[in-house]
């Protein structure tokens, strides 16, 4: 078992940057991947970004391409997602998911392939 626990949101900005962190305790992160996703009211769970644990190989949505950056403390046990040159549209509550073995390089940009997810947290960008 896998608990996450997202912190680092916020109100900023157009053009500012936020740090989020995905903290896990319990065991150490998922088996193959940690995905970051995000979600506005009325809508499905969309990909952002994802690291692989092994080799910390990355993944980014194209909306997010340049300007977020994945990345893992593993002595922290904490994943992070660095969020450069924020736009309106990337206003949402932010997730970070961990697989139980389920993920491969293949699905990790569907949330159904994460399996423990944190409580989210919330960043607003102003314009």
């Known amino acids: 078992q896998v608990q996450l626990v997202e912190s680092g949101g916020g109100l900023v900005q157009a053009g500012d940057s936020l740090t989020l962190s995905c903290a896990a305790s319990?065991?150490?992160?998922?088996?193959?991947?940690t995905g970051w996703f995000r979600q506005v009211p009325g809508k499905e769970r969309d990909f952002v970004a994802a690291?692989?644990?092994?080799?910390?190989?990355?993944d980014y949505a194209d909306s997010v391409k340049g300007r977020f950056t994945v990345s893992r403390d593993s002595a922290k046990n904490t994943v992070y997602l660095q969020m450069n040159n924020l736009k309106p549209e990337d206003t949402a509550v932010y997730y970070c998911?961990?697989?139980?073995?389920?993920?491969?390089?293949?699905?990790?940009?569907?949330?159904?392939?994460?399996?423990?997810w944190g409580q989210g947290t919330q960043v607003t960008v102003s314009s």
């Open positions: 998911g961990a697989d139980d073995g389920g993920a491969t390089w293949i699905n990790i940009r569907s949330a159904r392939a994460y399996d423990y």
């Open positions: 319990g065991r150490t992160f998922g088996s193959y991947a």
């Open positions: 690291i692989i644990m092994s080799s910390l190989a990355t």
